[in-house]
Each structure stands twice: as structure tokens, then as C-alpha cells.
């Protein structure tokens, strides 16, 4: 019953997923990779990368391709592993869907109060974790190689990565654009 566990496991990310999708992305990795084995490693990294390259929030994105493709490494194929992703796409936005309608009139209500200041001062920190443990979960061989292992790989993923990081922290070049100058540079890194 590969859709009543993914529905539980999506259930349960998109109720305890603080932060938006970035902060999401280790709980997923968490339940897709490490616990249920749905996914290996590298397709959880292609999965993320393909996700933030669509339109839409990448916690949904994510959800909707884990979906498929655990339903598909599970031997389901066309409509069933399509399944696949609508069960863990509609179980991610469950949560936070009915939170919002029972919550959204208290918290106009009471948002201005020095207890809910205080919620949202605790919560901040906890964003900015699992935001950090979301991009350390991403720093594997699988995406930089190692050292040792490939040396090539290595310096050229740091490398890559460091002139992504300067691109559009310092120079506040445009992500669309550096997105494809590093899938240019992956390319002629190819041949």
C-alpha cells in the first residue's frame, strides 16, 4: 500500500513543515531517502533540483515528483505512478489547507498580542535550521563528488557552486540567469 504510506508521510511533512518548502526539503529527504527507502540519493538531488527549476513552490514541486517516482520505483507505472503524485501532492497541502481556514480569523484577531509575537519569535530560529540542514542535506557526493573519489568533479562542483553563491549574493545577478550559466557550464563540462 504504497499510497497510504505516502499519504502519511506527506500528511505528517506538510503538518510539521515549518518554514515553507525549503525547509520541507529535509523532512522530505528525511521520509523519502533515509526512512522509507523510496528514493535513493541522487534521485532525491535531481528531484530538488528539477523542483526549484519549475514554476511553483518547491515543497509542492518536490512532493508531486517524490510521489511518482517512489510510486514508480514501486513497479507502478503510467496513470498508477501519476497517482503516485497527486497522493503525496494532496497530503502535503492537507495540513496547511485546513490550518488556514481554522486558524485565519484567530490570527487577525489576535496577532498583535505579546503571545503570538512570542510564537513567532520561537519559530524563526527553528525556519532558519531547518532552512541550513535542508542545503547541508544537499552537499553530498552525490552532488560534489569527493576528493578523493573524482578530484574533476570536486573542485569544478565547489567551484560552480562558490560562483552561484558570489553570482547572486554579491553581484545580485538575476538566479534565472545563473541557473542556466551553471546548466551551460555542467554541459561543456561534459564533453
Not at 506527506?10 to 518554514?19: A, D, K, R, V
Not at 578523493?148 to 568533479?153: A, C, D, E, T
Amino acid at each position: 500500500m504504497i499510497y497510504l504510506s505516502l499519504f502519511i508521510a506527506f500528511f505528517q511533512i506538510g503538518l510539521f513543515g515549518f518554514g515553507g518548502g525549503y525547509g520541507m526539503l529535509s523532512l522530505i529527504q528525511t521520509e523519502t531517502v533515509t526512512h522509507h527507502h523510496w528514493l535513493t540519493s541522487a534521485e532525491f538531488t535531481n528531484i530538488v533540483a528539477i523542483s526549484q527549476m519549475t514554476p511553483g513552490p518547491i515543497g509542492i514541486n518536490s512532493a508531486t515528483y517524490c510521489g511518482y517516482t517512489a510510486a514508480h520505483n514501486a513497479g507502478f507505472t503510467g496513470i498508477m505512478a501519476v497517482l503516485g503524485s497527486f497522493t503525496s501532492t494532496f497530503a502535503l497541502v492537507l495540513p496547511s489547507f485546513v490550518l488556514m481556514i481554522l486558524i485565519s480569523r484567530m490570527f487577525m484577531k489576535y496577532m498583535s498580542t505579546p503571545s503570538m509575537q512570542a510564537v513567532f519569535t520561537g519559530l524563526r530560529p527553528a525556519v532558519v535550521g531547518l532552512l541550513a540542514a535542508a542545503a547541508l542535506l544537499l552537499m553530498t557526493e552525490d552532488n560534489f563528488s569527493a576528493p578523493g573519489i573524482n578530484p574533476w568533479q570536486f573542485w569544478i562542483s565547489v567551484a560552480l557552486f562558490a560562483s552561484t553563491f558570489f553570482g547572486t549574493m554579491v553581484l545580485k545577478i538575476n538566479p534565472i540567469r545563473m541557473i542556466c550559466w551553471a546548466g551551460f557550464a555542467g554541459l561543456m563540462l561534459l564533453y
